[in-house]
């Protein structure tokens, strides 16, 4: 090539990164917009309530806080609001794991037993801190421990009390030979860090973590102290609206779900992980990342690994959710456009009735940053109908809900209907107000397969012959639409109930 064809590529290839570079404050200007008018939805919408951030490289696109973080003294969140982050600490646990194994202190590949002589739980002498980390050790999760829900999870334990009733449990399988989320295991693995160090595991996260990233507002957290900026946790049910969560002793949590941060401090602690890597070698932070063994998305060391089609292109995305009484956590990273999604909530649903997710939220995110067409959020009608039922009765939620529909603020669907009522009748037992959701639902959706057949199921025992009406609808709504195709066991079930295998009635359709 001569020089002038190469002063000329030299000239295109400046005007192409000027005209990218100048074009690039208008995209996250834009995506900044859209985010805002997504996340403001659900606010108003009452789908979220906390702190998110969205960090791309080095430039922060979007950080906003909404919603309130005291409800008793309607004190309002901010991006310093501290909440505890749940399950997300599991990379914090495991980064310390590796600290000390760059340190000499830990054999990743040594059992447990190598650190705590003492131990007597399942998988003594054989569950390797490997195995651990990837949860594949065969320790079975927090619920395994008897009566822990009743009031274990309300009493105070130090490590080597928690070593004894973990004693209590027993493995679900062999180490090694299958997937077993294990918060215990990972509470462990913060024991372990304990001992190999003779320090306690708050001390241990602040000195070799929090301390060298600069997260001052970062603590593992202590049932007894008070933390300035901290938000309550608040809980929201179906027919009582918020109510405070249970007490829940953290020490059930040390190594699995304790720590309390910020958006900012999240975003400081990604960079570490997957930018700057400064706390062990390079080679364990890969070890972190490698896609050990797979449940429904591969895990590493304290992080899920999967990959997305974003863009026409596949790409990683390394995340991980979390969430205890009150709170909601989830931390996302997508790799290859060092991209940074966390979320922050102190608003934990215990409906499944006009609930937007963390992940939800996040996929949402994630597509208008791909430049998708991701529709704002309407209020629930279906989660004011389930909150007027328990504050007033169902004739005046049905009133309710005919307003509503008339309201253009307010939006109702075919799966809205289902889990209304599908709660009402299995969670709090109220039956013939499920069977006034459903019958409203198939009014509105009348072709609608779930709809007819799960009213068909809540009505057997109420009304058969209405019920066998429905079933019959079925049969004929699965052979006719392929999209129902999707039901085939309850296609099957309602055929049953036809040939008056499950129902004694006949003078019904044939089915083939």
């Given amino acids: 090539m001569n020089r002038t064809a190469m002063r000329h590529n030299a000239f295109a290839s400046l005007a192409i990164f000027i005209m990218l570079f100048s074009a690039w404050p208008l995209h996250a200007a834009n995506a900044s917009q859209r985010i805002n008018r997504l996340i403001e939805s659900y606010y108003k919408s009452g789908q979220f309530n906390g702190t998110i951030l969205v960090k791309k490289g080095t430039v922060i696109l979007y950080a906003k806080a909404f919603g309130l973080a005291d409800r008793q003294w309607n004190v309002k969140n901010t991006l310093d ?41 399942p998988g003594k002498n054989q569950v390797t801190i490997h195995q651990m980390l990837t949860h594949t050790s065969g320790i079975p999760d927090h619920g395994a421990i008897p009566d822990l829900s009743k009031k274990r999870v309300r009493w105070i334990y130090d490590s080597d009390q928690y070593l004894e009733l973990v004693k209590e449990t027993s493995l679900k399988f062999e180490p090694g030979t299958g997937f077993q989320y294990s918060g215990i295991a990972y509470n462990l693995l913060a024991i372990m860090c304990e001992k190999v160090t003779r320090k306690d595991f708050a001390e241990l996260l602040k000195q070799k973590i929090f301390t060298p990233l600069h997260m001052r507002n970062t603590t593992l957290n202590n049932n007894l102290a008070i933390e300035s900026k901290r938000a309550y946790g608040y809980e929201y049910y179906l027919l009582e609206g918020y109510k405070l969560p249970s007490y829940i002793s953290m020490d059930h949590c040390k190594g ?12 400081k602690f990604n960079n570490e992980c997957f930018v700057a890597q400064t706390l062990t070698t390079k080679s364990l932070y890969q070890r972190m990342f490698t896609p050990h063994v797979k449940d429904w998305q591969y895990y590493g060391y304290g992080w899920w690994i999967d990959t997305i089609a974003l863009g026409g292109k596949e790409k990683t995305l390394i995340s991980h959710g979390g969430s205890t009484d009150g ?20 608003d934990y649903f ?87 959701i459903w019958e409203a639902g ?13 009213c068909a199921e809540t009505l057997r025992g109420v009304n058969d012959e209405k019920a066998l009406t429905l079933y019959n609808k079925c049969v004929r709504l699965y052979n006719s639409d392929e999209k129902n195709k999707r039901y085939a066991e309850e296609y099957k079930k309602a055929v049953s109930a036809l040939r008056g295998k499950d129902i004694a009635f006949r003078g019904v359709d044939d089915v083939r």
């Avoid at 202190?105 to 007597?120: C, E, S, V």
């Avoid at 699995?256 to 975003?267: C, H, K, N, R």
């Avoid at 996040?362 to 039922?389: F, Y």
């Fill in 81 to 121: 609001t501290k909440f505890l982050i749940g399950s997300v600490s599991k990379a914090y646990t495991a980064l310390m794991v590796l600290i000390l194994a760059g340190e000499g202190l830990i054999d990743l590949n040594a059992t447990l037993n190598t650190y705590i002589p003492q131990y007597d739980g």
């Fill in 256 to 267: 699995s779900g304790g720590i309390l941060s910020t958006v900012e401090d999240m975003a």
């Fill in 327 to 346: 709170y909601k956590a989830y931390s996302t990273r997508i790799v290859e456009d060092q991209t940074d999604i966390i979320i922050l909530e102190n």
């Fill in 350 to 436: 215990r409906t499944d009735v006009g609930v937007k997710w963390c992940y939800d939220i996040t996929e949402d995110i994630i597509g208008i940053l791909a430049g998708q067409d991701v529709p704002v959020a309407k209020r629930s009608i279906a989660k004011a109908v389930g909150l007027t039922i328990g504050q007033a009765g169902i004739e005046q939620a049905m009133a309710q809900l005919s307003r509503l529909k008339k309201n253009d603020d307010y939006s109702i669907g075919a799966p809205d209907y289902f889990y209304l009522a599908r709660e009402l009748d299995n969670k709090h037992g109220l039956k013939q107000a499920s069977i006034r």
């Fill in 442 to 454: 198939l009014a509105d959706f009348p072709d609608d397969f779930g709809l007819n057949y799960y």
